[in-house]
């Protein structure tokens, strides 16, 4: 796994230890958060990647057990969150 900043982010939220919810983490290539995302035994919808606009914020919505998690930030920015829908 190729980032801590991202699995730290899913545990903080799944854990329920960061008080709103969500947790930013640092900027990465797509595929790596995908593949990260399934080593961790979330189902990703990969078909269903929202983007828009030049700076290309996006949208990628995750699944497990039951529970709907999203990942979204801007490209252009590199500002990235986890969090529950």
Do not use: H
């Not at 991202?6 to 903080?12: E, N, S, T």
């Not at 008080?19 to 189902?43: A, R, W």
């Not at 979204?72 to 529950?84: H, I, R």
């Amino acid at each position: 796994m190729k980032d801590r900043g991202l699995i730290d982010a899913v545990a903080q939220v799944m854990d329920n230890k960061y008080p709103e919810d969500s947790y930013n983490f640092k900027m990465q290539p797509m595929d790596d958060i995908v593949e990260t995302m399934k080593n961790l035994g979330f189902e990703v919808d990969e078909d269903e990647i929202d983007t828009n606009g030049w700076q290309v914020d996006f949208w990628l919505y995750c699944f497990k057990d039951g529970i709907k998690y999203l990942i979204d930030g801007s490209w252009y920015y590199g500002n990235y969150k986890f969090s529950k829908v």
